[in-house]
């Protein structure tokens, strides 16, 4: 790959998931700080982090997969459109996130978002450290399963 279309592939990757991630991310300090504040409890508010950026996150792709497939599939009648539009959305949001989520979500994430605030204050400081720490694990597992979709679906 040359520098021109490594450059190319990177901007895509940033356009792709850098929407997702402020959303994600603002939905995960959200979450955390309100449970934080009436909890004082960092198992808690870091279990409400997790589950908000989820949210926050998987709602964005969730949505734009929706409307490019139901664009792409826009000539078939309306409930042949609504189960192509969702087999497709699935299919490839399985084949993008699934390995990255499960070694995310059992675990990398949960000891970070737990551990940083532990040893790094105040709260929000620490928790946003552990998140991007296990970010930087995550983008790099789902950006392989992109490229895989990319190559095998041609999506």
């Not at 490019?68 to 299919?91: F, G, P, V």
């Not at 059992?106 to 970070?112: G, Q, S």
């Not at 998140?131 to 992109?146: E, L, M, N």
Request: aromatic content about 16%; glycine content about 8%; hydrophobic content about 45%.
């Amino acid at each position: 790959m040359n520098e021109q279309n490594l450059q190319s592939t990177r901007k895509e990757w940033l356009g792709r998931y850098i929407p997702a991630e402020i959303i994600g991310t603002t939905t995960a300090l959200l979450g955390a700080w309100i449970v934080y504040t009436y909890t004082g409890s960092y198992i808690a508010a870091s279990a409400s982090g997790w589950v908000g950026e989820g949210i926050g996150f998987f709602g964005y792709f969730i949505t734009l997969e929706l409307f490019r497939n139901h664009k792409r599939y826009s000539e078939h009648a309306l409930w042949k459109r609504l189960s192509l539009t969702i087999a497709a959305a699935t299919t490839n949001l399985i084949v993008e996130f699934l390995p990255a989520e499960i070694i995310d979500n059992f675990i990398i994430r949960p000891f970070a978002m737990y551990i940083a605030p532990v040893y790094i204050h105040p709260y929000p400081l620490g928790f946003l450290i552990g998140k991007f720490s296990a970010d930087i694990i995550f983008y790099t597992i789902a950006i392989v399963g992109y490229e895989a979709r990319k190559h095998w679906l041609q999506t």
